[in-house]
Structure formats: structure tokens, C-alpha cells
């Protein structure tokens, strides 16, 4: 049976303040963002989001998309971005590399076709889509609460599997489009995948926790928009209260290395929420650490953080 969806994004500003959705039914669709980004940005992960909610399933897919872009990415663009090390044929860096690649694994092993509505013209699915997108961007805007939707019920934790030799398309009328070219041999690593096989909830976190240490992972915003909650608060070093959007900001301009974390515990304190406390040790010190986690839409995001200068 296939999976019938739509997905969009919004930037207001473009760039600005930027949202992502999907939409199958009422019960069925999801939502992110960040406080600073472009439509681009947002059509990409709207499908990605998509492709990886539902990949548990095996069902196929037939995803209502108005983006140009994207479907020109996925069944024009991607092979020979690919094999001239994602550059364009004029030499220069392809824009929005991560989301690209990171489309192109979700892509593998699925039974997809996509095809172009125009946008704000009716198109119910469309139409939900893009509301659901917007009010991400205007939540960023106005500092809201961001309504993430409910995802898809039952999403499991899926492994990063070896591509296969390419991912299958349905037949597809004229608007529709074919499956991308093989993947290259290659493979990069992944620090996009949320959850991997056979890991428990506390390898998760605790995986997620060092994630949010990496210098390459503190700077990309739509990396930390996903591991924070949208309600998210941090209590640092000095004192300071932080806010999810004021700290994706100043994350952005911190060139700090590493710091090395040691677990101390991870302790669940509810069925979907867990407790992590480590000690880091960069050039400042040591500092305890105590990082809420709770699971969002089958996601572990980081509620509450504070870190203690440790004497």
C-alpha cells in the first residue's frame, strides 16, 4: 500500500526564521525548524523527515511536492553532484551539501515518486503541508512554542544499512520522477541518524550528549534545532539562562574545540524521559554536566541542561 503525502517548507525572509512539515492525515504529520534559514532548507528536510518516519514501514511513497528544486535534486542533479565530490559542473561547492546527502541515504531501499503540485493553489495535502510549515517559521518568529505534530506513531529505530545498488521507483506519469542514480561506493559519516540498531534508550542519549559537543555539530543550526526541544532551557557555567533559540545563535559563532566528556550516569526518571550527568574537561576546567532527555515524535531531544563548574 503507498503512502500518499505532501511536504513543504517556509522561510519567512528567505532566509529567516524557517519551518518544515509533512502531511499524510490529522494523525499523521510532523514539524521542525530553525530560527535562521531558507525555503530551500526546508523543502529538503520536510522530505527527509518523511522518508526516515517512514521507514520502518517498507510501504511505498508518493510524495506531492512544489519544489523544483527538489525534485530536480533527486532525479537530475544528485549522480553528478556525487561524482564530482558535490560540486556543481562549474566547479563550485554544492549549497546545502549535509541535507543533500543526508536526502540521498534516506532515499536508498525505497519505493518513492514524487510529484509537482503548484504551490498555494488548493491542493488539500499541499495545503496542509505548507500551513504546517508556516506556523513553524512564525512560532520562530514570535519566540512560540513550536508545534512539531504528532510523527508518525510506532517510528523505530532504523539502522544505517549499506545502500543498495539503487532505490526502486514506481511507474509515474510525466509530473512524477524516477529513483537517483546508484550510490557511490563511498561512504561518509553519518552524524545525522538519531537512533541506530540495537542500542538502548541510555546509549542514545548518551551518544546524542557527545554529539552536542562536536564543534562540527554546535555549528550547523538544523542539526541542534532537532537534538533541543522546542522548549528547551539550559542553565551554563555562569549562571546565565539560556533559551533554545538564543543558544543555537551563539553556537553558532563558537569555534571552541571539543571538550571531553565522561559519563557518570544515565537514569531514567519517567518512561520517556532520561537523566544524563557527566563531567567535560576543556580549557575552563571541569564541569558537571545534568542534561534532561525526553522523547518527542520518536526523537530523544535535550529539555533542560546545566552545567556546574566543578571545584
Partial sequence: MAIVAAADGSA?????????????????WSAGGWPHGTNNQGELMAVIDLLEATAHLGDDLHIF???????????????????????KA?????????????LDRALQGRSYRFEWVKGHAGH??????????????????????????????????????PAPAAAAATAAPAAAVAAPAPQDASV??????????????????????????????RSDASRLAELLHPSFEEIGRSGRLWGRDAL?????????PAAAMELLAVDRVAPETLLLTARTTDARGATLRSSLWVRSSGRWR???????PEA
Fill in 12 to 28: 519567512l525572509g528567505n532566509p529567516g526564521p524557517a519551518g518544515w512539515a509533512w502531511y499524510v492525515d490529522d494523525d499523521h
Fill in 65 to 87: 511536492c512544489d519544489s523544483q528544486y527538489v525534485i530536480n535534486a533527486v532525479t537530475k542533479w544528485m549522480p553528478g553532484w556525487k561524482r564530482k565530490g558535490w560540486r
Fill in 90 to 102: 562549474d566547479g563550485a561547492p554544492v549549497l546545502n551539501r549535509e541535507l543533500l546527502e543526508r
Fill in 124 to 161: 488539500e495535502l499541499n495545503e496542509a503541508a505548507d500551513e504546517r510549515a508556516r506556523a513553524v517559521a512564525l512560532a520562530y518568529q514570535k519566540g512560540d512554542p513550536i508545534p512539531i505534530g504528532p510523527g508518525w506513531p510506532g517510528r523505530a529505530a532504523v539502522a544505517e544499512e
Fill in 188 to 217: 561518509e559519516l553519518d552524524l545525522f541518524d538519531d537512533l541506530a540498531a540495537e542500542e538502548t534508550d541510555e546509549q542514545v542519549v548518551a551518544r546524542l550528549e557527545r554529539e552536542l559537543l562536536e564543534p562540527t555539530v
Fill in 248 to 256: 543555537i545563535s551563539e553556537l553558532a559563532v563558537d569555534d571552541d
Fill in 302 to 308: 535535550l529539555r533542560f541542561h546545566q552545567g556546574t
